[in-house]
């Protein structure tokens, strides 16, 4: 195994454990926050941000921004990998959290492609970029800062506290942008409240500034540093020795791509299809995947203490063949629940509502709702909105349909997502104590970092939109030949199956269920 480390881990009370936890959780948990409240608003986004006259090019091309901050969250496990294992933990995430939000709270300052043009998308990708490389540092540090604070025997349920925090990120910024929606209403949000969220970030980063600068170095660090054996060159020592190179592979394509597939299209990709491909309403797209989110978190503990038990392997592997057995149920299922051409319609009780409103620049904004009301309770508007315009009289009108599902179906839908949620912590519970035993001590920033977020970042990250381009070219054949294309609406699902089953295959064969750790 590589290298020797310290041989005895300092025992520690389970208050100061449970401390630490709190103090790495607060933190990672404001960083996925501001992560993911791009990719919850990425709808509004693409048209604030993007020329307006394509709203599919529009969407992809948000999706692509949002995509291309998990690109560059290898780079960032390298830089400050390297840094956390040659300097410390401690620092090093409090660099990452103060990159991550400053970067959100600058997105919620650009002004918007009507005001300045390319240079709204150009800006935006920007600091993207910098949140994506301080994300890069910031889980690898925390997992790692908890994990040597942990007994052995259980790292697994103790790093499955900081696995909570991707989730209830998630789950933080879909609450927070719904508080802040119904509060200004939806016309105020899509115009300037979507700022909200972002320029709220300064705050939560500022107290959990506070509470990390309170952080004391983690104990096996600290050894290591007082015996004088850290690591010279951890780049080196990490890929450039075999034996640990051979680990990062196998933590890779045997675990981490395939666990980074699960994790978003279990809660963005679900949201994602929800809102486009099943066309539900905003607010109640949002609450469906929050409840389902509430109410699975608590089995990424469970998982993680579990898989203490019966071993990381056996956990995460069922976790990745679930998702690969019954996504396409599962989302064929999500649409037929909102699919309008399966249901009665009552022709007698639709509604046409249609409002006008002058615009600042003169124009004249007609709204036309058409509300459809059918026989199991669903409800559906169509909204069409017209700009009356001396300067550009070609402007064609903006369609778009909301549906608002009944009772029965809003809870089957939540079910949906809810299992989906189950596989995610499957797969994610106990990721970060199987890759924090992959390493030794004086490299395990550095090497765990480069798998995880190779596997979540590109593997995981590209992933909706990947699927919804997939989408598209399947709704684009149908259109030149129809019907050439079974279910186009399932064919972005095949990319994390692929990716899922591959993983599985490698992971089934290489995979010790006990974990290969390095000797403390």
């Known amino acids: 195994m590589p290298g020797k480390q310290a041989k005895v881990q300092p025992k520690v009370s389970n208050r100061t454990l449970f401390s630490v936890i709190s103090a790495s959780s607060v933190g990672t948990l404001i960083e996925w926050y501001d992560f993911y409240i791009f990719g919850s608003l990425a709808a509004i986004l693409s048209s604030q941000f993007f020329p307006k006259d394509n709203p599919t090019a529009a969407l992809l091309s948000t999706l692509a921004t949002f995509a291309a901050g998990f690109v560059v969250r290898p780079f960032g496990a390298l830089v400050f990998g390297r840094l956390g294992d040659l300097v410390g933990r401690k ?9 991550m939000g400053g970067s959100t709270f600058a997105i919620g300052l650009i002004p918007g492609y009507a005001t300045i043009g390319f240079w709204a998308p150009l800006l935006v990708l920007l600091l993207r ?39 209830l990120g998630l789950f933080v910024s879909l609450g927070v942008i ?20 972002f320029l709220l970030s300064i705050l939560l980063v500022g107290v959990s500034i506070v509470i990390r600068l309170r952080m004391a170095e983690s104990p096996l660090f600290s050894k290591l540093k007082s015996e004088g054996n850290l690591s010279k060159n951890p780049l080196a020592e990490s890929f450039g020795k075999k034996q640990n190179l051979k680990m990062v592979l196998l933590a890779l394509f045997g675990a981490t791509a395939g666990q980074g597939v699960i994790w978003y299209t279990g809660q963005f990709y ?8 099943c066309n539900i309403e905003f607010v109640q797209s949002n609450i469906i995947v929050a409840v389902a989110l509430l109410a699975a978190t608590p089995f990424f503990v469970i998982f993680g203490g579990l898989s203490d038990r019966i071993g990381r392997k056996s956990i995460m592997l069922t976790g990745m063949l679930l998702g690969i057995l019954t996504y396409r149920p599962i989302y064929d299922k999500l649409y037929s629940l909102a699919d309008l051409t399966t249901k009665k319609e009552f022709v007698d009780a639709r509604t046409i509502d249609r409002k006008l409103a002058k615009q600042t620049n003169g124009d004249l904004l007609t709204t036309t709702t058409t509300t459809h009301f059918f026989a199991d309770g669903l409800v559906a508007k169509d909204i069409e909105k017209t700009v009356t315009s001396t300067t550009n009289p070609s402007a064609k009108p903006e369609l778009t349909k909301a549906v ?11 079910l949906l997502v809810f299992l989906q949620v189950i596989y995610v912590t499957m797969v994610y519970g ?37 699927a919804t381009a997939l989408v598209a070219t399947a709704t684009k054949a149908n259109e030149v030949a129809p019907n050439s294309v079974d279910k186009p609406y399932l064919e972005g699902l095949w990319y994390p199956i692929l990716v899922a089953g591959v993983c599985f295959v490698i992971g089934l064969l290489y995979l010790n269920n006990k974990s290969e750790s390095a000797k403390e």
Do not use: C
């Not at 679900?270 to 491909?277: D, E, H, N, V, W």
């Not at 608002?404 to 939540?414: E, G, R, V």
């Open 91 to 99: 620092y090093t995430f409090l660099v990452t959290l103060v990159l």
């Open 129 to 167: 970029l910098i949140q994506g490389l301080a994300l890069g540092g910031e889980y690898g540090g925390a997992a790692t800062y908890v994990a040597e604070y942990a007994p052995e025997g259980r790292r697994g349920y103790f790093t499955s506290f900081i696995q909570t925090t991707a989730t």
């Open 178 to 197: 719904l508080i802040t929606r119904e509060s200004l209403g939806v016309d105020k949000f899509s115009e300037w409240g979507w700022r909200v969220p």
């Open 270 to 277: 679900a949201l994602s299809f929800i809102q486009k491909a």
């Open 404 to 414: 608002t599902l009944p009772t029965k179906s809003f809870w089957i839908m939540i």
């Open 430 to 466: 106990p990721v970060a104590a199987f890759l924090v035993e992959l390493f030794p001590t004086r490299i395990r920033y550095t090497s765990m970092s480069l798998p995880y977020h190779i596997g979540n970042g590109i593997f995981g990250g590209l992933t909706p939109f990947i």
